[in-house]
């Protein structure tokens, strides 16, 4: 394990400890940290005042899930276009 994890890592850690259910001592050791830095870095997440609530992470995945239905959408016209372009060829 590096050094100074990225905040993602932090993130996920912290994540997993707090809502898989497992002991933190398993998810420290599956996260190759150890169980006090994991502790320290729950306790640090908790004092946050600027933390993503759960709110705003369900609003950012709508946004996230918007933006992919849009381009499945185009990508779909696309190919109908290039269906009937090509069965009309054939004929």
């Known amino acids: 394990m590096a050094s100074n994890p ?30 006090s830095t994991l502790s320290r870095w729950i306790q640090q997440d908790r004092r946050n005042p600027e933390k993503p609530t759960a709110q705003s992470d369900l609003e950012r995945e709508v946004a996230e899930l918007r933006k992919e239905n849009r381009l499945l959408r185009e990508e779909r016209e696309v190919l109908k276009k290039a269906t009937q372009f090509f069965a009309e060829r054939s004929k």
């Open 6 to 35: 990225t905040l993602e890592f932090r993130a996920e850690a912290v994540r997993v400890a707090l809502t898989s259910g497992l002991p933190r001592k398993q998810v420290a050791a599956d996260f190759g940290i150890g169980f």
